[in-house]
């Protein structure tokens, strides 16, 4: 076999391993789909790691759609269910369409003012809107009080196993949890094309 086509293997293995390092979360924000774990326990990821907050529309099921405003908050904000943000990090306002709300973790933000995340620590992230069109600037209580609509995030070091948390997005059933595929699917990948090759 030629250097250029064991190197590109191994090129590609490495580009396989670290893709596969990243882990997908995915939150319906919606509180007849929102996980009940979040009532109890934090949500952990790694800096990399991406969330995706689903807003789903409101024909599925006979659902009631929520009008909603996501704000990053103070651990005593989250707690007592209030914010005094003007700024929201999202909001789920379009009853006829599904829509998503993407966050990747980064130590660094290119976007000024973006958030920034470090490891070790704790980040707050609630909704005080009363889920309809009227109550939607709503700052206290709310979705928050009323369904727990409120997840705590924290960002753990790279070396954890992180349970990614992925929805069916279009069917909106029961969370699932499946671990992140470890890297030495890419070494056996590797180890595969090089036998292929020289045996």
């Known amino acids: 076999m030629k250097p250029g086509v064991l190197y590109s293997a191994i090129w590609l293995s490495l580009f396989i391993a670290i893709a596969e390092t990243r882990a997908y979360h995915d939150v319906i924000w919606n509180s007849r789909f929102f996980n009940e774990n979040f009532k ?11 969330l995706t907050i689903v807003c789903p ?53 290119p976007i000024p003012g973006g958030m920034e995340f470090e490891v070790g620590k704790t980040y707050y992230l609630i909704s005080t809107s009363t889920g309809e069109a009227y109550g939607i600037n709503n700052v206290i209580g709310g979705l928050c009080t009323e369904h727990q609509m409120r997840i705590a995030i924290e960002i753990i070091g790279g070396q954890v196993p992180v349970q990614q948390m992925r929805y069916e997005v279009h069917e909106y059933q029961s969370l699932s949890y499946t671990a992140p595929i470890s890297s030495w699917l890419s070494l056996l990948f590797l180890a595969s094309f090089v036998l292929y090759y020289y045996v």
């Open 40 to 50: 109890f326990t934090k949500m952990h990821v790694r800096l990399g790691d991406q």
């Open 57 to 109: 529309e409101s024909y599925h099921q006979g659902m009631s759609y929520e009008y909603a405003k996501l704000y990053w908050v103070s651990e005593k904000e989250f707690e007592q269910c209030y914010t005094d943000r003007s700024q929201p990090f999202g909001v789920c306002g379009d009853e006829d369409r599904t829509e998503t709300i993407k966050l990747n973790f980064r130590s660094r933000n």
